[in-house]
């Protein structure tokens, strides 16, 4: 058994304890991988994951995984557009990627409905 376990970072319970690759909480019942979770105890930064729980990053190259209605656009973007070059932006609403799409120039994307490549 290791000692050394971070504590759970909703409860902050001492117990935690290891399940493959993931730490868990008996307490509270939170499930988390102790890489994913390391920036936002140390420093307080957001941790932004796409739609299937990749961690995302500055530059990524990102996927739309169902089709999205854009203003003033007929057809709008399609799932299993590339997106490239994404920045993580504090963004209105929940859109939390600044992006530019071909065809339809600059906007902001959720990350929710992409999947990092």
Wanted: aromatic residues 4%; contains cysteine.
């Amino acid at each position: 058994m290791n000692e050394n376990l971070p504590p759970c970072p909703e409860c902050s319970s001492t117990y935690t304890y290891e399940m493959g690759a993931l730490l868990v909480c008996p307490e509270c019942g939170r499930e988390w991988s102790a890489t994913t979770e390391a920036p936002a105890a140390d420093g307080g930064e957001k941790v932004i994951k796409d739609a299937v729980g990749n961690v995302l990053a500055d530059g990524d190259t990102v996927t739309v995984v169902r089709t999205l209605k854009v203003k003033g656009s007929p057809s709008g973007i399609k799932a299993g557009t590339k997106v490239r070059n994404i920045r993580l932006v504090d963004g209105v609403d929940g859109h939390d990627i600044g992006c530019k799409v071909d065809g339809f120039g600059p906007m902001q994307l959720k990350s929710s409905v992409v999947k990092r490549v």
